[in-house]
């Protein structure tokens, strides 16, 4: 009986990862958007997050969580799913075993520190700009 749920619980993982569905600029415009109303986000703000920065600030780490939210990359429940967003980055073909899903894991934690919904995502995503802004931008750039 444990093998078979162990055996669900695989597939259970494995089906969730493979259920993502890749993003693109549009959606990420449509986030962005949604986000900056929900939040009523100020337009000094929004200027900076276009041009990818992103500051350390009550009102920019809910932007950061309600983005990643939408992208189905981050919940309040689990935190951020790394197989998601190594999907997003590299598309279906990822190989979640090599060196790349390692740097994206090493960017998330479990939120061991307590820290509320908002400071959690920020800090796992500021990690994730930092280390992986080129292949970020160029998984959103327009599609020819």
């Not at 444990?2 to 259920?19: E, N, R, Y």
Request: glycine share 4%; charged share 20%.
């Amino acid at each position: 009986m444990k093998v078979f749920v162990a055996i669900c619980v695989l597939i259970g993982l494995t089906s969730a990862a493979a259920d993502y569905v890749v993003k693109n600029r549009n959606d990420m415009l449509a986030y962005r958007d949604e986000c900056v109303k929900e939040l009523a986000v100020p337009v000094d703000l929004v200027e900076k997050y276009q041009n990818w920065e992103y500051p350390n600030d009550a009102k920019t780490q809910c932007y950061i969580k309600c983005v990643f939210t939408k992208w189905n990359l981050f919940d309040v429940s689990s935190g951020f799913s790394v197989e998601n967003i190594h999907q997003q980055l590299v598309g279906s073909h990822a190989d979640h075993n090599e060196a790349f899903h390692a740097s994206l894991a090493a960017c998330v934690d479990k939120n061991e520190q307590g820290s509320n919904d908002c400071e959690w995502a920020y800090r796992g995503a500021i990690c994730l700009l930092k280390g992986h802004l080129a292949q970020i931008k160029k998984s959103l750039a327009p599609k020819a």
